[in-house]
């Protein structure tokens, strides 16, 4: 069946390095959406990539969506202690009725 | 906050047990989905349902079913529960692209 990884699944780094998430699909998406969840919450969303090739910011986030369709990733550049939780790629399948395939999540720690 | 509320927080059940849990969303929410979240895993897509009908289903069986209501609540129900049913249960209302999720229910089967 249709599967969505992520990699890597732990990361540590030190406050005010830059953080990476790779995310990938088996099959080509619609869109994606990218969710940040912290420890004992729900998850949050905060973006939707819809167009192939497409790049989009938000302050110290970067997020990219493949000119196939099948891969993502989340930046973090100079990462802060508020930046801990996991983050999760969600690919989203308009057509038909397995609507959204959450990916298998980095969990990003900031050590101060 | 997301306007998404959901009760009971926690709960304990048998297996074999039948259990109801409740949504709350806000109004513009006309979509909402649930998800079933293992302890360190990603979300799984249970189904969505839009205009009270269900429009979008993952991998779980037919003992799990939904209903949507036009206050924009929902309700999921698991019969015959297993011990692999043990997980948080999140729901989610839609507006636009955006899922708003609730805190979840977490639920025990013992």
């Known amino acids: 069946g249709q599967q969505v990884m992520q990699i890597p699944q732990y990361q540590h780094v030190q406050e005010g390095e830059d953080f990476t998430t790779y995310c990938n699909s088996s099959?080509?998406?619609?869109?994606i959406q990218w969710y940040k969840q912290r420890p004992g919450g729900h998850p949050v969303f905060l973006i939707q990539?819809?167009?192939?090739?497409e790049v989009k910011k938000q302050k110290r986030l970067t997020f990219q969506f493949g000119e196939a369709k099948k891969n993502s990733s989340l930046h973090i550049t100079a990462t802060q202690t508020t930046d801990v939780g996991t983050y999760f790629c969600?690919?989203?399948?308009?057509?038909?009725?397995?609507?959204?395939?959450f990916g298998t999540g980095t969990r990003l720690k900031v050590l101060a | 906050e997301t306007g998404v509320t959901q009760s009971p927080t926690h709960l304990i059940k048998t297996r074999g047990q039948q259990v109801t849990l409740r949504c709350s969303s806000q109004?513009?929410?006309?979509?909402v989905s649930w998800y079933q979240q293992a302890l360190g895993q990603g979300p799984q897509f249970i189904f969505q349902?839009?205009?009270?009908?269900?429009?979008g289903r993952g991998n779980f069986p037919p003992r799990f079913s939904g209903l949507q209501f036009p206050n924009y609540s929902s309700e999921l129900n698991v019969n015959a529960l297993e011990l692999d049913d043990s997980a948080l249960y999140l729901c989610?209302?839609?507006?636009?692209?955006?899922?708003?999720f609730g805190p979840g229910t977490r639920l025990t089967v013992l």
């Open positions: 969600a690919g989203v399948n308009t057509s038909g009725t397995y609507k959204y395939i």
């Open positions: 099959t080509t998406l619609s869109n």
């Open positions: 990539l819809v167009k192939s090739g």
């Open positions: 109004s513009g929410h006309n979509t």
């Open positions: 349902y839009y205009r009270e009908e269900e429009n």
């Open positions: 989610a209302g839609h507006k636009y692209n955006e899922q708003f």
